[in-house]
């Protein structure tokens, strides 16, 4: 089945863990992207990849950081959480090399940062 | 960068009724515009696009209308019914997908 995975679906931490999101997709998709999801705001982009090893900075990227190795996975790493991260989190992948088509979105990860 | 403003932010219409969501975008250049919808507890999905080269797409009781000049696109959801009822997202796209705040759409029974 076509689909992008995350793991962790929830996660409850403490402020300064380090922690790890992952996503994957099995579409052989070019583009990956993570949104944040708050009440009020909409979906915000943190990071994109329109390539292996080529990521660039969506609208909300501090406190976050990513990478692209392989072509199905775009981890999201916090390194050092904070209360303001505690956010509902998805990763999306899309076709073509950018994202001028359907983002196919994952389930979502919860992240309670206390 | 982009920035969409959309509204309302709340609507509740009657079954059978139609519903219209409205957004604006700022960046001249943003050339495409999808239209996600969000149930309750699920991931977002798209539902309808336009791109800046048409006017008006339609699919079924979904349909989209753009205005350029303006900059602003709309969301028209005919014969609502209870599975309308969830969270619509509207967004631009210049180099980077810029979404709206969202609108939570009720269909009342």
């Known amino acids: 089945e076509a689909q992008v995975t995350q793991n962790p679906r929830y996660l409850i931490t403490v402020t300064g863990k380090k922690l790890t999101v992952t996503c994957s997709q099995n579409?052989?998709?070019?583009?990956m992207s993570w949104y944040r999801q708050d009440p009020g705001l909409g979906l915000r982009q943190i990071y994109y990849?329109?390539?292996?090893?080529?990521?660039d900075k969506g609208d909300v990227p501090e406190g976050y950081k990513v990478s692209r190795k392989e072509k199905r996975n775009f981890p999201l790493i916090l390194e050092s959480p904070s209360p303001n991260q505690t956010s509902l989190y998805f990763c999306?992948?899309?076709?073509?090399?950018?994202?001028?088509?359907?983002?196919?979105f994952g389930p979502g990860t919860r992240l309670t940062v206390l | 960068g982009e920035n969409v403003e959309q509204h309302p932010s709340t609507l509740s219409v009657q079954e059978g009724d139609s519903a219209v969501i409205k957004c604006t975008y700022s960046?001249?250049?943003?050339?495409?515009f999808p239209w996600y919808k969000q149930e309750l507890g699920k991931r977002p999905q798209l539902i309808i696009d336009?791109?800046?080269?048409?006017g008006e797409k339609k699919d079924q009781r979904i349909a989209v209308t753009l205005n350029k000049t303006a900059k602003h696109f709309s969301l028209h959801i005919t014969e609502t019914q209870p599975e309308d009822s969830a969270v619509y997202f509207c967004?631009?796209?210049?180099?980077?997908?810029?979404f709206g705040a969202g609108t939570t759409v009720t269909v009342r029974a």
């Open positions: 990849s329109m390539n292996v090893e080529v990521t």
């Open positions: 999306a992948s899309s076709p073509r090399r950018d994202s001028y088509n359907e983002q196919f």
């Open positions: 967004a631009a796209n210049d180099y980077k997908l810029s």
């Open positions: 579409m052989n998709h070019e583009y």
């Open positions: 960046d001249s250049a943003s050339n495409y």
């Open positions: 336009i791109r800046s080269n048409v």
